[in-house]
C-alpha cells in the first residue's frame, strides 16, 4: 500500500472531478464539533496535548513557505485505541538510534548547503536529519503541495481528495520515530488489530483476522490465521505452514534469495494450493504493489509477513488524522526552517548543469534560476530521475541498471455518497475485487473527514494499467458496480439506491517502482559514484521495499552518507 507502505501514489499527476455540492452535514452521536474561534490555530482530541498548527501558504515570488493569517479552525473529539507499546522493540530502538547520530553529531565548522529536488517523505526525511546534524538544506519541490505520493487537495466545497490510501503500520519504525521526534504521535488514529477481507462468494460479509493482544508475535499472528476458517481449510493452512518453513528457517538470507521468484511460482514450487493465493495472495500482492500474484516479486511478500508475523504489532494500523500536507508534511517542514534550511514550493527541476568532471554544477529550475550548493540529491519518483539524468550520466552501471525500475501506474478514487452506509468498519478494508486493491469509509476512519450523515469511499482502484487512459466516468462506472457487489443492499451500478454526490478521480501513471523479479539488484544505493550527488526514494537500497517506512528511511540513509563524507 503499498500495503508494506502505503496505499500510495506518485509525483506527476492528472487529476479530475466532477464536482456537485456536497451540502452541509451536522455531527452527532460519536464526535462532536465546533468552530473554535477563540483559540484559532488549536486542533485537539480528547486524551491527547493541543496540536496546535499553524497552516503555510506561498508568497509570490520565490515559493518558499511563509505564516497564514490565522483564521478559525475546527474542533473535534473522538476516542481511538490506545497507540500500541511500540518503544520498546527492537527496529524501534534501532530507528530511534540512527535519528539520535544526526543530532549528537559534531556540528560542522561550516554547515554544508544540500540542494534537494523533491519534497516527498523521501525529500522532507533527507532535509530534516540533515537540518538535525547541522546543515542548511534547500528543498525544492516542483508542485504547489507538499508530499508527493502523500499529496492532498482541497476541492471548492472545502473537502479533501488524496493521491493514494496511506496507513502507518506497527512495523514502520522510521515513521514511528519521526512521528514521536516531530511531537505529533497523536495525530495517528489506530485502529483494532485485525485485518478485515470482503467475501466475493458472500456479498455484504467479511472475514476477519484478528490478533489477539495477550499473545506475543508470532503467536498472535499464528492465532490469526488458525482462528479464521472461512477463507482456508485447515488443510490449506497445513500446506501453507509447510511452505512457509523454509522462509521462517532460513531468515532473510533466504527471503533476499526469493526475489527470482513471482509469488505464483513460488507458492508452486513449494506446493502450496492455488486457492491460498486466490484467497489471500491476491488481495495482499495488489495492497503491496498494485500488482496481481503472477508478476509481484515472492521477496516483498515475505518481507512484508516477516515485518507482520515477527513483531507484535506490526500489522497493526493507524490512519492520519487529516490530510497528509498540512498534518505530517508541514511538521517537517517547520522542523526543517526552525533549523535553518529553505523549503521551496513551484520550484521544479529542469536541469542538472555538470562541470568538466562529470560532477553536478548546479540544477536550473523551470522559472531559470540556478540553485547552487555543496552537494545536490533527487528525491524525486525514479521515473523523473531518469528523464533529468544527463546523457554523460546514462551509461555509468550505477545509472543504468536503473533502466529496469519503472513505476506502476495508480487511480486513486473518491466517492461522497448521500447517505452513511452501513455495511463498512472503522478500518482498511481488502476488497478482494478484481478492479480494486483496497478501501476505506474516510467519514468514518478519519477525524478531519468524519461526518455522521453520508459517507466518503476512499478506493485503491489495481491493477490500474488497462484503466489509466480511461475517463474519469469510465472509471466511476466501473467502480459503482464493484461496489454493488460489497455493498448489495445498499448501492447499485444505476445509483437507484445510494446516489453519488460528487466524486475525484487521482490518476498516477507511474507510482512506486513496479516490484517484479530480479529488481533488487537494479536499486541503487544512496551515494551515486559521482562526488557530491545523492539519490533518495523508496526505490533505493533500503530493507522495506515500495513504501512510505522505504522512503523516510532512505531519506535517513542519504542524510547519513552525506554526513559521513564531511
Known amino acids: 500500500m503499498s500495503l508494506v507502505g502505503s496505499v500510495s501514489a506518485a509525483a506527476y499527476l492528472s487529476v479530475k472531478g466532477d464536482l456537485?455540492?456536497?451540502?452541509?452535514?451536522?455531527?452527532?452521536?460519536?464526535?462532536?464539533?465546533?468552530?473554535?474561534?477563540?483559540?484559532?490555530?488549536?486542533?485537539?482530541?480528547?486524551?491527547?496535548?493541543?496540536?496546535?498548527?499553524?497552516?503555510?501558504?506561498?508568497?509570490?515570488?520565490?515559493?518558499?513557505?511563509?505564516?497564514?493569517?490565522?483564521?478559525?479552525?475546527?474542533?473535534?473529539?473522538?476516542?481511538?485505541?490506545?497507540?500500541?507499546?511500540?518503544?520498546?522493540?527492537?527496529?524501534?530502538?534501532?530507528?530511534?538510534?540512527?535519528?539520535?547520530?544526526?543530532?549528537?553529531?559534531?556540528?560542522?565548522?561550516?554547515?554544508?548547503?544540500?540542494?534537494?529536488?523533491?519534497?516527498?517523505?523521501?525529500?522532507?526525511?533527507?532535509?530534516?536529519?540533515?537540518?538535525?546534524?547541522?546543515?542548511?538544506?534547500?528543498?525544492?519541490?516542483?508542485?504547489?503541495?507538499?508530499?508527493?505520493?502523500?499529496?492532498?487537495?482541497?476541492?471548492?466545497?472545502?473537502?479533501?481528495?488524496?493521491?493514494?490510501?496511506?496507513?502507518?503500520?506497527?512495523?514502520?519504525?522510521?515513521?514511528?520515530?519521526?512521528?514521536?521526534?516531530?511531537?505529533?504521535?497523536?495525530?495517528?488514529?489506530?485502529?483494532?488489530?485485525?485485518?478485515?477481507?470482503?467475501?466475493?462468494?458472500?456479498?455484504?460479509?467479511?472475514?476477519?483476522?484478528?490478533?489477539?493482544?495477550?499473545?506475543?508475535?508470532?503467536?498472535?499472528?499464528?492465532?490469526?490465521?488458525?482462528?479464521?476458517?472461512?477463507?482456508?481449510?485447515?488443510?490449506?493452512?497445513?500446506?501453507?505452514?509447510?511452505?512457509?518453513?523454509?522462509?521462517?528457517?532460513?531468515?532473510?538470507?533466504?527471503?533476499?534469495?526469493?526475489d527470482g521468484l513471482s509469488v505464483k511460482e513460488w507458492m508452486k514450487k513449494q506446493g502450496i494450493p492455488e486457492r491460498v493465493t486466490d484467497e489471500v495472495f491476491i488481495a495482499m500482492s495488489k495492497a503491496l504493489n498494485f500488482i496481481n500474484p503472477d508478476e509481484l516479486s515472492m521477496q516483498c511478500i515475505l518481507i512484508a509477513l516477516n515485518r507482520f508475523l515477527q513483531e507484535k504489532h506490526g500489522s497493526k494500523m493507524a490512519f492520519l488524522d487529516g490530510n497528509p500536507p498540512e498534518r505530517l508534511c508541514m511538521p517537517v517542514v517547520d522542523h526543517i526552517q526552525s533549523l535553518g534550511g529553505e523549503v521551496r514550493l513551484n520550484s521544479r527541476l529542469q536541469k542538472i548543469n555538470l562541470n568538466d568532471d562529470g560532477t553536478v554544477k548546479s540544477f536550473t529550475l523551470s522559472n531559470g534560476n540556478v540553485v547552487e550548493g555543496d552537494a545536490y540529491v533527487i528525491a524525486a519518483p525514479v521515473d523523473i530521475l531518469k528523464l533529468l539524468l544527463p546523457e554523460e550520466w546514462k551509461e555509468i552501471p550505477y545509472f543504468k541498471k536503473l533502466d529496469k525500475l519503472v513505476g506502476v501506474p495508480v487511480i486513486n478514487v473518491h466517492i461522497w455518497f448521500d447517505r452513511k452506509l452501513k455495511n463498512t468498519y472503522d478500518h482498511l478494508l481488502f476488497s478482494r475485487s478484481p478492479l480494486l486493491s483496497v478501501y476505506a469509509d474516510m467519514s468514518v476512519t478519519c477525524k478531519e473527514y468524519y461526518d455522521p450523515n453520508r459517507s466518503m469511499l476512499e478506493l485503491v482502484f489495481a491493477p490500474a494499467e488497462e484503466w489509466i487512459g480511461c475517463s474519469d466516468s469510465e472509471i466511476i462506472e466501473a467502480t459503482m458496480k464493484e461496489l454493488a457487489k460489497l455493498f448489495p443492499d445498499e448501492i447499485a451500478a444505476d445509483q437507484s439506491k445510494a446516489k453519488i454526490l460528487k466524486y475525484h478521480v487521482v490518476k498516477t501513471p507511474r507510482s512506486v517502482y513496479k516490484t517484479v523479479p530480479n529488481c533488487e539488484p537494479c536499486r541503487p544505493l544512496q551515494r551515486s559514484p559521482l562526488e557530491g550527488f545523492y539519490l533518495a526514494g523508496d526505490y533505493t537500497k533500503q530493507k522495506y521495499l515500495a513504501s512510505m517506512e522505504g522512503a523516510v528511511l532512505s531519506g535517513k540513509l542519504c542524510a547519513q552518507a552525506i554526513v559521513q563524507v564531511t
Open 20 to 258: 456537485r455540492n456536497l451540502g452541509n452535514s451536522y455531527p452527532t452521536q460519536q464526535c462532536c464539533f465546533s468552530i473554535d474561534h477563540k483559540n484559532k490555530n488549536l486542533l485537539s482530541f480528547r486524551g491527547s496535548e493541543a496540536m496546535g498548527h499553524q497552516l503555510k501558504c506561498l508568497s509570490s515570488h520565490d515559493g518558499r513557505i511563509k505564516p497564514q493569517k490565522n483564521g478559525p479552525t475546527s474542533k473535534i473529539v473522538c476516542i481511538d485505541y490506545p497507540r500500541p507499546e511500540l518503544d520498546n522493540t527492537v527496529n524501534f530502538l534501532e530507528a530511534a538510534y540512527f535519528s539520535s547520530t544526526f543530532r549528537t553529531a559534531s556540528r560542522p565548522t561550516k554547515p554544508l548547503q544540500i540542494v534537494i529536488a523533491g519534497a516527498g517523505l523521501a525529500g522532507l526525511s533527507t532535509a530534516k536529519y540533515l537540518a538535525d546534524a547541522g546543515h542548511k538544506p534547500i528543498l525544492l519541490e516542483a508542485r504547489d503541495v507538499l508530499g508527493g505520493k502523500v499529496a492532498a487537495w482541497k476541492d471548492d466545497d472545502g473537502d479533501w481528495y488524496e493521491t493514494g490510501l496511506h496507513i502507518f503500520f506497527g512495523a514502520y519504525p522510521n515513521v514511528q520515530n519521526l512521528f514521536g521526534e516531530l511531537g505529533i504521535n497523536d495525530r495517528l488514529q489506530w485502529k483494532e488489530h485485525s485485518m478485515i477481507f470482503a467475501m466475493p462468494s458472500k456479498p455484504g460479509e467479511f472475514s476477519r483476522f484478528d490478533f489477539p493482544d495477550v499473545l506475543p508475535a508470532p503467536l498472535n499472528g499464528i492465532w490469526a490465521i488458525l482462528k479464521n476458517n472461512e477463507m482456508l481449510t485447515w488443510p490449506e493452512k497445513v500446506r501453507f505452514a509447510i511452505g512457509l518453513l523454509p522462509a521462517m528457517l532460513g531468515g532473510q538470507a533466504y527471503v533476499e534469495a526469493q
